[in-house]
Nanobody
Framework: QLQLVESGGGLVQPGGSLRLSCAAS????????IGWFRQAPGTEREGVSC????????YYADSVKGRFTISRDNAKNTVYLQMNSLKPEDTAVYYC???????????????????WGQGTQVTVSS
């Protein structure tokens, strides 16, 4: 099984930045596509971004394009989500998830992922 642990969340002012990390263990990390999802209170979990394993293709939700950047360091078994120009509406619990296959246009469907981390809280507030 693939174990995933998120870190890097916290409280930040609007316009600020955070970098989330998703550290993996237990399986060959290189084979997994990794997605980031978020869930705010009273809302459904939504896909934020994804990075494929085969060619490093990246995908973003429209709401974060141009502000968030996903990357992976296979040597460190870690995927990062750099979040810039944060807005109050970015406040949520952020989760990373792993899929053994590259999902293409299905990247934002949480049902396609096999493994999940426990989440890290991001709060954007002045």
């Amino acid at each position: 099984q693939l174990q995933l642990v998120e870190s890097g969340g916290g409280l930040v002012q609007p316009g600020g930045s955070l970098r989330l990390s998703c550290a993996a263990s237990g399986e060959t990390f290189d084979y997994y596509a990794i997605g980031w999802f978020r869930q705010a209170p009273g809302t459904e979990r939504e896909g934020v971004s994804c990075i494929h394993s085969s060619d490093g293709s990246t995908y973003y939700a429209d709401s974060v394009k141009g502000r968030f950047t996903i990357s992976r360091d296979n040597a460190k078994n870690t995927v990062y989500l750099q979040m810039n120009s944060l807005k109050p509406e970015d406040t949520a619990v952020y989760y990373c998830a792993g899929s053994i296959i590259d999902l293409g246009r299905l990247w934002g469907s949480q049902n396609e992922y096999d493994y999940w981390g426990q989440g890290t809280q991001v709060t954007v507030s002045s």
